[in-house]
């Protein structure tokens, strides 16, 4: 980090073309939004105190986005454009220094393409520097024109481009690392002389062109770090580097992922060595998966825990729950709001837990409802058994003890307790609490009528 350099992002742009209510960098990409990751790179180079964002559209949503970072927010209340967004920061940025000018919506540029910048501007003693690239299709974007020494005489935007000049393949990416001092001294003469009637920030190369000023060029051998998101095919676009970059990582530290382009995996998601990710698998969010564990096709795992040897069995939903260590989901089950599995449990097919805790070496395996349940060690909740935790007002919590066998297809009322070592038959509707070791049966007596069937097949049709 140096703490000579200042940052401005412009991120007040209404991004009209992403044809979406929701202003353009709050639009997320590899699990994090735009302007998070424009931020996140931005730290790596100065402190916070020292970044500005300059907010426009949906101000306080992009403020709330970033909130944790303490950084600063200049609002731009009136969109003019480019140059007009650097200008509204005169009184909250640095007046000396490296001041670095980035895009919220240019998600993909790395800290360490940035530290070149900054250096070739100190290296050559210019008043900027600015990025750049060579594109086999230049069309659309403004042209670098150099002088005979090599440096940027002027950009020469596409509409307004000669022959000559739209044949240079040399790009403008917009990313600039000024002397801040002659910066703020020469941004006012950047006049809005064109159809827009804004002020475009790369008329100040022309500015210090006629001043006699040095703006020298750095050009960028990898141009998918430039890419800007206008639409959401490029955000679609974006995304999908940011993952491939997410896979690659964590393969190379030791994660075994099967067919590598099918799977979604968040920047912001820990997975320790040896654990297998199968085909479609999707884990998002805050995520943190141990080691040696199996994610298994087409689930979601979602801003959860995971311990070692945990196993997510395929078509399993894991939201903001835990798995210990050695413990067992799915498949098809859902577990959410807070559920936790002990080591060594077990929650099967189409079993939903929702703020409950299945216990050490417990086991729900098939068809069942543990909602606001908290069930001790070594349980069996059989088939079908549910916790009825909703009196239609209120939710109530339910409460197994160690060693409890729930049979097939009971049903808990909730507020209940079952105690260590009972036992509750099938088809019971328990209501009241059960003591320690003791068997609960809560169903009406089987009666057997012999022959009526029989007589019922062969009765006259009314």
Known sequence: ???????????????????????????????????????GTALKLAPAERITIVVGRQAEQVRAALGDHRVRFVEQTEQRGTGHAVQVCRNAAASEGSLLVLYGDVPLLSAGTLERLVEVRRQNGAAASVLTATLADPHGYGRIVRDAGGNVRAIVEQKAATPEQLMIREINSGI????A??????IGDIRPDNPAREYYLTDIVEVFHRGGLLVAPLLHDDPRELLGINT????????????????????????????????????????????????????????????????????????????DRAVVHPFTIVDDSELAPESQAGPYARLRMGSSLGPRARAGNFVEMKKARLGAGSKSLHLAYLGDAV??????????????????????????????????????????????????????VVTENVPEDALAVARARQENKPGWAGRRRVAPKP
């Open 375 to 428: 069930v001790g060690d070594e349980v069996n909740v059989g088939a079908g058994a549910i916790t009825c935790n909703y009196d239609g007002q209120h939710k109530h919590e339910t409460r197994v003890g160690d060693g409890a066998f729930i049979g097939s297809n009971a049903t808990l009322v909730a507020p209940v307790e079952v105690g260590r070592g009972s036992y509750i038959g099938a088809g019971s």
């Open 176 to 179: 600039y690392c000024f002397d």
């Open 1 to 39: 980090m140096d703490t000579s350099v200042s940052i401005l992002i412009l991120a007040a742009g209404l991004g009209t073309r992403m044809k979406s209510r929701k202003a353009k960098v709050l639009h997320s990409a590899g699990g994090l939004t735009l302007i998070e990751h424009v931020t």
């Open 232 to 307: 959401k095919v490029e955000l679609a676009a974006v995304d999908r580097i940011f993952r491939e970059r997410t896979v690659e990582r964590l393969m190379l530290a030791g994660v075994t992922i099967q067919k590598p382009e099918t799977v979604t995996i968040d920047a912001t998601v820990s997975i320790g060595a040896d654990t297998v990710i199968e085909p479609f698998a999707r884990i998002l969010g805050a995520t943190t998966i141990g080691e040696e564990c199996r994610i298994g096709a087409c689930s979601i795992v979602r801003n959860s825990e995971v311990g």
């Open 181 to 186: 001092a002659l910066m703020w001294e020469r």
